[in-house]
């Protein structure tokens, strides 16, 4: 190839770079928003409890719900297309969340914007699979990585910022500001790519939202304790998760397709990305909620203490090339999620009777330990499936992590409002801390067990 021609390639490359890490950083700033802001929106709606749990859960409930989805519509019609509309989606959803006059319709809100990054997230991946192979596709997949903790170290700093400055719905308007700009940049650095239609399995799509939405209504309903409505609810979901594996059984163009549960590398990625969801990701994005209810600290200040988790699991994810190189999948999966076990426990640390200066421990290992994590998930996401399936391995690893996370996030507010409402909130965290500890910890065991290591 001619060095211009190269040169032009590469430029090319680097641009489709920036722009999926940026999308992506702003998925995670989606994410994160409600982490220093709930307060404020509940109150702002005279909700409660579990309005507070759903606004945090929102999000990744509607991201876990459409990710399979667009990884498939991402293999069958293209990745350009639903990355694309994922970022106008994404913006109608901001528009929905900043002028939302009720609770309910702010819930509605941040579920469409977890679609929308559904799209984002599902194709990311596979665009830097298509421009990016051999060890310039690991790099790829670290910056991507990267770009997720660049989104929690921002997200929460500058929700809070706008909090303070204008209130709560200016930090949805300018999340729905930089979806707008990238929506509009994005056709013009994404190339098509050749592609055979097929039809999407839109059955599968509905089967999965329809199960996983009371699911976690009925885990939010505990709040009250349990009844007839919780259990009918958890029925209810489980009857539609049964007639989803069904159908991805008998359908000829499945979201998730069966046969990848064969392949070792493939389980140890979602299973990791499971327990990275529902351990470390939910604990460390409560972490702002208990220093603020906790210690009455303000929004702001709470975030500074979090970018001590977040920017290390940045630049870990960054620098960590030559330790995911020289070590298998696997036994770097074990290390992470073993650095972020102990990073959780030691958030133990926080108790009435002591500072915030307590977190900072945790904070630390579990971000050092995360980036890792992130960087050889995202590698393995892509690696673990055949190349015309990469938006299905990123959409099956990216739909366990926000599975996961919209989990944490409910376990982690039914156990805090326990500690609320026997007077003792360091209580509450304490047993949050465990159970999402005990995330991570099932995660590691799943991953360690010994298996045929498949290769697409």
């Known amino acids: 190839m001619p060095i211009s021609a190269a040169k032009s390639s590469k430029q090319r490359g680097d641009a489709v770079l920036i722009c999926v890490a940026a999308a992506t950083c702003l998925a995670l700033v989606i994410f994160c928003a409600p982490l220093t802001t709930v307060t404020a929106t509940v109150t702002g709606f005279a909700g409660g409890g579990a309005l507070q749990a759903w606004v945090l859960s929102a999000m990744p409930l509607g991201a876990a719900a459409g990710l399979l989805a667009a990884g498939a519509m991402g293999d069958a019609l293209g990745r350009r297309e639903v990355f694309i509309g994922g970022l106008w989606l994404t913006a109608a959803a901001s528009a929905l969340a900043t002028l939302a006059p009720t609770g309910a319709v702010m819930v509605a809100g941040r579920i469409l914007q977890g679609l929308g990054c559904a799209g984002i997230l ?197 620098v960590c090339g030559p330790l995911t190189g020289r070590f298998s999948p696997r036994v770097v999966l074990i290390a992470a999620l073993l650095g972020c076990a102990l990073g959780q426990m030691l958030l133990l640390g926080l108790r009435a009777d002591a500072g915030w200066h307590g977190a900072l421990a945790g904070l630390l290992v579990a971000g050092l330990s995360n980036g890792v994590l992130n960087a050889a998930l995202g590698h393995q996401a892509v690696e673990s499936v055949p190349a015309a399936r990469a938006a299905m391995g990123s959409g099956a ?17 039914l156990l805090m409002a326990r500690g609320v409402a026997a007077g003792d909130i360091f209580r509450g965290w304490h047993e949050a801390v465990l159970a999402s500890t005990a995330f991570s910890l099932a995660g590691l065991i799943v991953v360690s067990l010994p298996g045929r290591r498949c290769t697409s």
């Open 122 to 318: 599902a194709c990311g991946l596979g665009l830097l699979a298509e421009r990016h192979a051999g060890p310039a596709r690991a790099r790829a997949a670290r910056i991507w990585a990267a770009s997720l903790g660049a989104g929690v170290a921002i997200g929460p700093l500058l929700c809070a910022a706008l909090l303070h400055l204008a209130g709560w719905r200016a930090a949805y308007g300018v999340i729905l500001i930089l979806a707008l700009v990238l929506a509009l940049l994005a056709p013009r650095v994404l190339s098509a790519a050749p592609k055979q239609r097929q039809a999407v399995d839109v059955p599968g799509a509905v089967l999965l939202m329809l199960g996983l939405v009371p699911m976690l209504a009925a885990l939010i309903q505990l709040r009250a304790g349990f009844s007839m409505s919780v259990l009918a609810l958890a029925l209810t979901g489980a009857v539609f998760l049964i007639c989803f594996l069904v159908r991805e059984h008998r359908a000829p163009n499945p979201i998730l397709a069966p046969g990848l549960f064969r392949n070792r590398d493939f389980v140890a990625a979602t299973t990791g990305a499971f327990a990275s969801g529902a351990g470390v990701l939910a604990i460390m994005g409560s972490v702002p909620v208990i220093l603020q209810q906790g210690y009455a600290m303000s929004g702001i200040a709470a975030s500074l203490v979090l970018l001590v988790w977040s920017g290390p699991t940045a630049a870990t994810a960054l």
């Open 397 to 413: 690893n990216n739909t366990a992590r926000y599975l996961g996370s919209a989990i944490g996030f409910a376990v982690i507010a």
